[in-house]
């Protein structure tokens, strides 16, 4: 197995996004998927590898009874192979897991690297359907810092409320990985889904990566967007999948850090918080 390549926050970091499409109710089919998926990935010389929301799970489930009996935990077998899979190298696997803890379950993303998982988020906006199953989170995304530079995490419905990433951002966030299942929607002909959009004003409203892993394939009919892709800090697509299954993208994640826009503007340093908690005036 090829280690990652990078070893500094100014190095090159290779950035692979898998668009897989596990199958809902399996989870022994799915974590192999994963683990295929991640062989793959650092094979390639992948740095960070992001998989899609609820890989190990899938995503329509019938009732709550078979979300549970596809919910794990961070002692999982699966999460040890991960870190068995790393180990020797920098490299950092973020992927979406439905998580049981107590009587609940979670929509959660866990990062993962040569030294076990490092932080799980538990998505905190649910989307539709998802409420019938899982309990929002109610810690902020998390920014975990790594060989490659600083990576928070958001899932899927997360990225339709711009002050998660701007959150993230004012964090000191370099990349945003995004475990996403996005469902697919008519749109006009010759547009980009508007999920893609979204990401990439966040990226360039906030001046930093965002690496979103989609779904494929079609799920108890439910069609997927797959609309994988990594978006630089400039808010321009710099890989994504099209008509296949990975979108890989060679980043310098520390130029998230320069906010400069102009010798006079500076993305975070021009916002006024003394006014956006200001009422609006209803004239």
């Known amino acids: 197995m090829t280690a990652p390549r990078s070893t500094s926050p100014s190095a090159a ?55 549970r009996r596809t919910a794990i935990d961070t002692g ?41 998982v490092r932080v799980v988020y538990r998505k905190t906006h649910l989307w539709d359907r998802e409420t019938l199953f899982f309990t929002p989170g109610d810690r902020m995304a998390p920014v975990v810092t790594t060989p490659h530079g600083r990576i928070g995490v958001l899932i899927c419905y997360d990225m339709e409320f711009p002050e998660m990433p701007r959150r993230l951002a004012t964090a000191g966030a370099d ?71 990975r979108a890989v993208a060679d980043l310098f994640l520390h130029l998230s850090r320069d906010k400069t826009l102009s010798p006079h503007n500076d993305l975070l340093a021009d916002r006024r918080t003394d006014l956006y908690l200001q009422e609006s005036p209803l004239l």
Request: proline share 4%; with cysteine; net charge negative.
């Open 13 to 67: 970091t290779r950035v692979v996004c898998e668009q897989l499409a596990p199958r809902v109710g399996d989870l022994a089919y799915n974590t192999q998927l994963a683990r295929d998926a991640v062989e793959r990935a650092l094979v390639e010389g992948a740095d960070i590898v992001v998989l899609p929301e609820l890989t190990t799970s899938g995503y329509v489930f019938t009732d709550v009874e078979e979300a």
């Open 175 to 245: 990349l945003i990985a995004v475990p996403t299942n996005w469902p697919r929607e008519e749109r006009p002909a010759d547009e980009r889904p508007a999920e893609i959009i979204q990401a990439q004003a966040a990226a360039r409203a906030n001046g930093l990566h965002i690496a979103c892993a989609d779904r494929s394939g079609t799920e108890r009919g439910q069609e997927w967007t797959r609309g994988t892709a990594v978006i630089n800090q400039y808010g321009w697509i710099t890989a994504a999948t099209g008509t296949g299954h």
């Open 76 to 116: 999982h077998a699966f999460f040890t192979d991960l870190k068995n899979m790393l180990s020797g190298t920098t490299g950092v696997v973020v992927l979406g897991f439905c998580e049981a803890a107590g009587d609940r379950l979670f929509n959660s993303a866990a990062v993962v690297d040569a030294e076990g």
